[in-house]
């Protein structure tokens, strides 16, 4: 059974550039979540996708969009970037929302 | 609005000691609690889920418990090692929510 994957594993970008970040649910689910998570603190909600539908938003502005594809895969992209998106994102999958989540290594975005 | 909080912030202890780490939540309609590991630097690692109608959860030298009446839960390891030195965060999901709710973690460092 594979677990979650993201890629890249780190990425530096410019202010203002716009970054995709990429994850892979584990077999068989079919939720991912995004996360983002500043410095010494604890992961903060961004979006849920379920069966290729947004379930779910945080308190993120609109440049903060997602895709889920056929196969449960996931995007988060980013456009505008600004310096305070400096942080670890985080992908969980799922089988069905509310249920346990497991978390994939993150991508760590540094904007300078 | 649900709120997690984390007391205490950092701990360091030796080794073989038993120990508590605490998590409170604020709003008791919670559909389920769940604790994770987290190594600097990298992902979560989801260590136990207790369900709304269960008050605890054990695996090996972990065990989890949970208190909705009083919106607590405690994290419980016994015989602590050097290997258990991480960030614990624990995660609420409410009843028809989508997004965990984060703690900001406690700091554990386990000294040989």
């Known amino acids: 059974e594979t677990g979650v994957t993201q890629s890249p594993t780190h990425l530096i970008k410019t202010r203002g550039q716009q970054v995709t970040l990429r994850c892979s649910s584990q077999?068989?689910?079919?939720?991912v979540s995004w996360y983002q998570q500043a410095l010494g603190q604890g992961p903060q909600f961004i979006f849920q996708?379920?069966?290729?539908?947004?379930?779910g938003r945080g308190n993120f502005p609109p440049r903060f969009s997602g895709l889920q594809f056929p196969n449960y895969s996931s995007e988060l992209n980013v456009n505008a970037l600004e310096l305070d998106d400096s942080a670890l994102y985080l992908c969980?999958?799922?089988?069905?929302?509310?249920?346990?989540?497991?978390f994939g290594p993150g991508t760590r975005l540094t904007v300078t | 609005k649900q709120e997690v909080t984390q007391i205490p912030a950092a701990l360091s202890v030796p080794e073989g000691e038993n120990l508590v780490l605490n998590c409170s939540f604020t709003?008791?309609?919670?559909?389920?609690l769940q604790w994770f590991r987290q190594d600097p630097g990298k992902g979560l690692t989801s260590l136990l889920l207790?369900?709304?109608?269960?008050r605890e959860q054990t695996s090996g030298r972990l065990n989890a418990s949970l208190d909705k009446s009083s919106g607590r839960s405690t994290l419980y390891i016994a015989a602590s090692q050097p290997g258990d030195s991480a960030t614990y965060l624990c995660?609420?999901?409410?009843?028809?929510?989508?997004?965990?709710?984060f703690g900001k973690g406690t700091k554990l460092t386990v000294n040989p």
């Open positions: 969980a999958s799922s089988l069905g929302t509310g249920n346990e989540q497991y």
């Open positions: 077999s068989g689910h079919n939720t």
């Open positions: 996708y379920y069966r290729e539908e947004e379930n």
């Open positions: 709003d008791s309609a919670i559909y389920n």
């Open positions: 207790i369900q709304s109608s269960q």
């Open positions: 995660a609420a999901v409410q009843g028809g929510s989508e997004k965990l709710v």
